[in-house]
């Protein structure tokens, strides 16, 4: 009996030890919503930009412990698990990541510890090559350590099943990573600040330049984190350069102050949904052949807010078969048309100009195709940007403009159009933007006179404010 109840003390111990372990305690009480948001995505490429202390490492070392372990809440779990932790250096790793797999790493589950450098009787104290670890599942999970400063070549030749980057790691190492993970289709995920500007990493990922569905992304700052005490995260930001601020606390890449729309923010994005049929306002289209041609479908409420809705954006094709996409997405939004059956579009005024073979202008060939197209839309680069500005961002009040997750074109050049020299934009990756400001400048006239709302209309509008909201 006696044995028995030391038994039980012991399990109780071990009970209360385990509740009370820094895993067991992680996103408890206080939760970190967006650290919450990071493990519950299930995409393959996931990255976290993040200001210092904002919790960003925290939320990588627990999603590698999870996986290893075989107890991620909201993956499905293996067996016999092996991943990679990248570092830019040994320092780092032993000072940042290690550290922190090795807080949220019971010593009790850890079967062996192979070191680079030190003594695995104090592995925090040296460089970890890899660590073993015992998988609930009943196999056994490999956690290694990678270092960017061994070069590329290190980092070749073994199957993985995912891959962490602890900062932004050098293009061709992410390359390489990418495909270690290729045959067990795993996954790869990040954690940084963006420190190095308009690197490779806002390309393929915040612009997400290859309209990837499995890249998805966070902003993190210290407000986000609800252990940091606020008056002090107040003032630290009154202590350092706004320019500074922008990737420290806000994680965000620095060099914002070029952008044309740096009032474009995640709340001008919203996720598809069914809009009433009588918010369907115009269709704007930037022509090209060789180059993208850029299509959108644009919707109003009776508030003014413009809402993005589809889009059509390919290059290298003719007329005959951009019209027959335009007209097979208008024909699924059930888009109005004329009392002809025709499809109106407003399009830039050089398309009246011939084709090579100097018969047919292109508005003429799109007429052809039953579209019919306005050419007298308001080129005026300095207006249609200050109208776009105003509507992203308005002095007071929720945004005025909101673009569909699935327009990827229009976000991406959103994010990438930049201020040339002088007042002008660099003419580059703009085609969406072009017949973004066609249709912002064709609102002018219609600005003046709202016709009154129905009811039912007051109704919808309500309904619509909550979704948003």
């Known amino acids: 009996m006696k044995e028995i109840l030391t038994r039980i003390k012991q399990i109780e111990q071990e009970e209360r030890r385990r ?3 820094p895993l067991a305690r992680y996103n408890k009480g206080k939760v970190h919503v967006k650290q919450m948001a ?7 490429n996931r990255w976290v930009f993040g200001g210092n202390r904002s919790g960003k490492t925290e939320c990588g070392a627990v999603e590698t412990v999870w996986l290893a372990r075989g107890i991620h809440p ?8 092996s991943c990679w932790v990248v570092s830019l250096s040994q320092q780092v790793q032993r000072d940042v990541a290690q550290q922190k797999i ?11 510890i192979v070191m680079s450098n030190g003594s695995k009787a104090s592995p925090e104290y040296g460089v970890i090559d890899y660590i073993i670890v015992d998988n609930v599942l009943g196999g056994t999970s490999k956690i290694a350590f990678k270092s960017c400063e061994a070069g590329r070549e290190k980092f070749q030749g073994t199957s ?8 932004e790691p050098p293009l061709d190492i992410y390359e390489e990573c990418r495909m270690r993970v290729l045959d067990r289709q ?5 954690t940084m600040t963006p420190l190095k500007g308009l690197s490779w990493v806002y390309d393929e990922i915040y612009l997400n330049s290859h309209n990837s569905k499995e890249v998805w ?3 993190m700052e210290w407000s986000d984190n609800p252990y940091l005490n606020q008056s002090e995260v107040e003032l630290m930001s009154e ?3 706004a320019e500074m601020l922008e990737s420290r606390r806000y994680g965000r890449f620095t060099a914002s102050y070029g952008l044309v729309y740096p009032e474009f923010s995640e709340l001008n994005v919203i996720e598809p949904r069914e809009l009433p049929t009588d918010w369907q306002d115009g269709i704007s289209i930037d022509p090209g052949l060789n180059n993208p041609l850029s299509c959108h479908w644009y919707m109003r409420d009776y508030d003014g807010n413009v809402y993005v809705v589809a889009e059509h954006y390919e290059a290298g094709r003719d007329v005959v078969y951009h019209a027959a996409r335009i007209k097979e997405i208008s024909q699924r939004l059930n888009w109005k048309r004329d009392k002809f059956g025709r499809i109106s579009a407003l399009m830039d005024s050089a398309a009246n100009q011939r084709t090579l073979n100097g018969i047919k202008s292109v508005a003429e060939l799109f007429n052809e195709q039953g579209i019919t197209v306005n050419t007298r839309v308001n080129k005026s680069i300095f207006f249609g940007i200050n109208k776009v500005k105003a509507m992203l961002k308005p002095l007071s009040g929720p945004p005025k403009l909101y673009i569909f997750s699935n327009c990827l074109n229009m976000i991406r050049e959103i994010k990438g159009y930049f201020w040339g020299n002088g007042d002008a934009p660099i003419k580059r990756d703009d085609h969406a933007m072009d017949e973004l400001r066609y249709y912002v400048c064709s609102l002018t006239d219609k600005e003046e006179a709202k016709p009154e709302k129905t009811w039912v209309q007051k109704d919808k509008e309500k309904l619509m404010k909550r979704l948003r909201r």
């Open 38 to 44: 990071f493990h519950k995505c299930l995409k393959r």
């Open 160 to 167: 993985l099943d995912f891959v962490w980057f602890d900062e």
């Open 186 to 190: 795993g996954h790869v995920f990040g």
């Open 102 to 112: 090795l807080y949220y790493l019971d010593k009790s589950w850890i079967k062996e």
């Open 19 to 21: 509740l009370e372990s």
């Open 74 to 81: 909201y993956r499905q779990n293996l067996a016999n698990v």
């Open 239 to 241: 202590s350092i350069s």
């Open 217 to 219: 992304y966070e902003f």
